[in-house]
T-cell receptor
Framework: DTGVSQNPRHKITKRGQNVTFRCDPI?????LYWYRQTLGQGPEFLTY????????KSRLLSDRFSAERPKGSFSTLEIQRTEQGDSAMYLC?????????????FGPGTRLTVL | AQSVTQPDIHITVSEGASLELRCNYS??????LFWYVQSPGQGLQLLLK??????LVQGIKGFEAEFKRSQSSFNLRKPSVHWSDAAEYFC???????????FGKGTRLHILP
């Protein structure tokens, strides 16, 4: 399977706990994006990387959120001290940005439930 | 600020009927426009995109969309829907090729047998 993969697919945690999600992009894709999707809404941009550099962060990404892409391949998204409002689907996407195309390919998402 | 409006939260059509999903955008320059489909438990799949050129774009699964600059619209159409088209559809705009995508809230499509 050469698509974007995300793990875990589901995560249930108690308020105040830390959680970490992983995203493995399509091989050789230099850009990696994180989005959050809450019920009844479209995905909202959180942050993105070009190779290992984090180039942009949304205001939605509070200081409890941190994302890394240490070797320019897989990425992790960590949420510290989770709150019930963090319950959402976290989507990862990757792209091989060129001058003429930057189609983003999405993974299946990680659904987080904070109790 | 850039934004996308999908005025219909739910749409119900009969199998075999034609479909049009509405999308309006707000953006100061020529936008890059997308339609994605999301089925339950699945990731977002790109149906089609408009970057420049012909304002009528063809996509996968028999979908097409027309960019109308004067109306700031990018409506999605299909001449005859199939039961497998039942899903949530998102219109999206990209500020430029290298940046994030801004999504609308989605339209859930229901198909009657």
């Amino acid at each position: 399977d050469t698509g974007v993969s995300q793990n875990p697919r589901h995560k249930i945690t108690k308020r105040g706990q830390n959680v970490t999600f992983r995203c493995d992009p399509i091989s050789e894709h230099n850009r990696l994006y994180w989005y959050r999707q809450t019920l009844g809404q479209g995905p909202e941009f959180l942050t993105y990387f070009q190779n290992e550099a984090q180039l942009e962060k949304s205001r939605l990404l509070s200081d409890r959120f941190s994302a890394e892409r240490p070797k320019g391949s897989f990425s992790t998204l960590e949420i510290q001290r989770t709150e019930q409002g963090d319950s959402a689907m976290y989507l990862c996407a990757s792209s091989r940005a060129t001058l003429t195309n930057n189609e983003q390919f999405f993974g299946p998402g990680t659904r987080l439930t904070v109790l | 600020a850039q934004s996308v409006t999908q005025p219909d939260i739910h749409i119900t059509v009969s199998e075999g009927a034609s479909l049009e999903l509405r999308c309006n955008y707000s953006y100061g320059a020529t936008p890059y426009l997308f339609w994605y489909v999301q089925s339950p438990g699945q990731g977002l799949q790109l149906l089609l995109k408009y970057f420049s050129g012909d304002t009528l774009v063809q996509g996968i699964k028999g979908f097409e969309a027309e960019f109308k600059r004067s109306q700031s619209s990018f409506n999605l159409r299909k001449p005859s829907v199939h039961w497998s088209d039942a899903a949530e559809y998102f219109c999206a705009v990209g500020p430029n090729r290298d940046d994030k995508i801004i999504f609308g809230k989605g339209t859930r499509l229901h198909i009657l047998p």
